[in-house]
């Protein structure tokens, strides 16, 4: 995934080419993987040859061309098999057509509604989406998420199956469910962000191709839709996030927790461009938790230091994100605050009441974060015993070396 | 008067005309290609000068087309109703002249276009008039 000229170029126009063809030919399902092959094509033959005058054009022959091809032999192959391939025409598709003619920009948003359909699973939905969308080949999407290529091309075509049986239009979705759509590929983004920021298994904290992509599919729909201020809320929280990327690993590979980052290696243009995001998108309309965590890491990203941190604001704005937003996590995030702004005991009082709470109680995070209140408040005992069930229970290996290393000290001061 | 004057293809030509080699069907190479296209070009020019074209169009290959018809009242789309070997329409022209015979005339030219040996044998081109009006149907 490495971002030269060409390869910049290709996967800006990957979902514009297949948006063409789709719009044009149908067939979503066979019409990926005409574009796919185009992509590969042009991949080659640029270098070699010099890129076409007309990059797009070109894309759309070729895969258009593929495209025949495949179904000529899909459908004599049907024949064969005795079984013409028939579907019933949606309920939708007698209705009357968008009253104005859609472009390219059009056609990247309905192929991210479509690949986030919530016929899909979430991880068919990731997949779907960097492949279609991202321009990103199987095999890179298979590596990126630590699987076989066999399942991951599995993967695909059964997300592909399932869109393709469901017959939905190549249009957006109703102004009644749009705003839900869209919340799905927000999430979906929002998932891809997080696999590559901390990752959920293997070795490398971070695997940051798929952070970078989505930060750059979430500055796409920012592109086409810049006056929603959940998907502003979400390009600055990725962005504020992302920014401390440099800080976040220590020589050793180890991590280092935001309160003992060098925050000089923070990426100042990323949080300023953070800043300037959520600034611009909280005074309009409803604000949403995008917005309010992204507002979060605004104060994080701008404070000197941790204790230089405005908690009081920080404890508020999750106390708005804890209403809007029913997630255990965001309740263990506000109880870090608490602690910081009145002190460890408070902390820990709001963490007792999260105890019957199953989603969390038996999560990593949850003893990290009682380990670390436990300490503040110097039972360092009980801390330990928290460090320790944490390392246990943490999925990713550098997570588990920081918590055992945390418990590797209380236990050698004893 | 108009008159449509129709051409026809298989799935099978169409793949011979983009090189293919198809059992049973001469091969097109690039320079007969080249020649099919000047062929039309200066078709569509004459008629252009002569004042005598309305449109003319051709149509993606046959396995592009979608059926749609009613099965227990239902629309069913079918993708690709056609077999490879049948014939369907694959390019019109619209012509606006004085007489069936012009626009026959007109059409018979079309059976001159270059291409590889054994290309035209089997090849035919319909001309049919267009109703003017409700009436002229007859219905």
Known sequence: MAQTGAEDLLRRLAPQVLGAVVRRYGHFDTAEDAVQEAL??????????????????????????????????????????????????????????????????????????????????????????????????????????????ATMTRRISRAKQTIKASGVPFSMPAASERAARLGAVLHVLYLVFNEGYASTSGPDLHRGELSAEAIRLARVVHRLLPGDGEVAGLLALMLLTDARRPARTGPDGGLVPMAEQDRSRWDAGAIAEGVALITGALPHGPTGPYQLQAAIAAIHDEAPSAEATDWAQIVALYELLLRVSDNPVVALNHAVAVAMAQGARAGLDLLAGLEAEERIAGDHRFHAVRGHLLEMAGDRAGALRCYQAAARRATSLPQQRYLQARAARLAGDE | MKYMILLYGSQQDYDALTGKQVP??????????????????????????????????????????????????????????????????????????????????????????PGPPGAAENAVVDVRPIADSRDELEL
């Open chain 1, 40 to 149: 590969l094509a042009a991949a080659v033959q640029w270098p070699s040859d010099s890129v076409p005058d007309d990059p797009r054009a070109w894309l759309i022959k070729v895969a258009s061309r593929r495209l025949t091809d495949l179904l000529r032999s899909e459908q004599a192959r049907q024949r064969r098999e005795d079984t013409v391939f028939r579907w019933t025409l949606p309920e939708q598709w007698v209705a009357p057509a968008a009253d104005r003619p859609a472009d390219a920009g059009d056609d990247t948003l309905i192929l991210l509604f479509l690949c986030c359909h919530p016929a899909l699973s979430p991880a068919s939905q990731i997949a779907l989406t960097l492949r279609a969308v991202g321009g990103l080949t199987t095999a890179e999407i298979a590596r990126a998420f630590l699987v076989p290529e």
């Open chain 2, 24 to 113: 049973g069907k001469p091969v097109w190479g690039p320079a007969d290609f080249a020649a099919m296209g000047t062929f039309m070009s200066e078709f569509n020019k004459d008629l252009t000068e002569s004042g005598e074209l309305v449109e003319t169009r051709g149509l993606t290959a046959p396995v592009h087309a979608r059926r749609i018809e009613l099965a227990n009242g239902v629309p069913v789309v079918t993708d690709g109703p056609y077999a490879e070997t049948q014939e369907v329409l694959a390019g019109y022209w619209i012509v606006d002249c004085e007489s069936f015979d012009r626009a026959t005339q007109i059409a018979a030219r079309l059976l001159n276009c």
